[in-house]
């Protein structure tokens, strides 16, 4: 979605009002855009998974014992499928 808002791509009036606010950006600005962006996100579902960690009933197994891992460790979602590696 954020490439596709920095490249132009869409045409509904709420990602117009974005391409038109990042089109004047460097592409080194746009690249920027997108990593904190990425960051941002990483951010919200690191904190996310923290809280559910702390809530262990509300996992649904004792065998997910520590979420942020699945997700940012070692062989997690992140290293395996992300298209923005965390560096």
Same mark, same amino acid.
């Given at each position: 979605m954020c490439e596709g808002i920095l490249e132009g791509r869409f @045409?509904?009036?709420g990602h117009?009002?974005?391409q038109t606010l990042f089109a004047g950006l460097t592409d080194e600005a746009k690249r920027d855009?997108?990593?904190l962006?990425?960051?941002c996100? @990483?951010?919200g579902i690191n904190d996310f998974l923290h809280a559910l960690q702390?809530?262990?009933d509300v996992l649904p197994s004792k065998a997910v014992s520590n979420p942020t891992n699945?997700?940012?460790g070692s062989g997690g979602w992140?290293?395996?499928f992300s298209k923005y590696p965390r560096s």
């Amino acid at each position: 979605m954020c490439e596709g808002i920095l490249e132009g791509r869409f @045409d509904s009036p709420g990602h117009r009002e974005y391409q038109t606010l990042f089109a004047g950006l460097t592409d080194e600005a746009k690249r920027d855009v997108q990593r904190l962006v990425a960051y941002c996100i @990483d951010g919200g579902i690191n904190d996310f998974l923290h809280a559910l960690q702390r809530e262990t009933d509300v996992l649904p197994s004792k065998a997910v014992s520590n979420p942020t891992n699945l997700y940012f460790g070692s062989g997690g979602w992140v290293e395996r499928f992300s298209k923005y590696p965390r560096s």
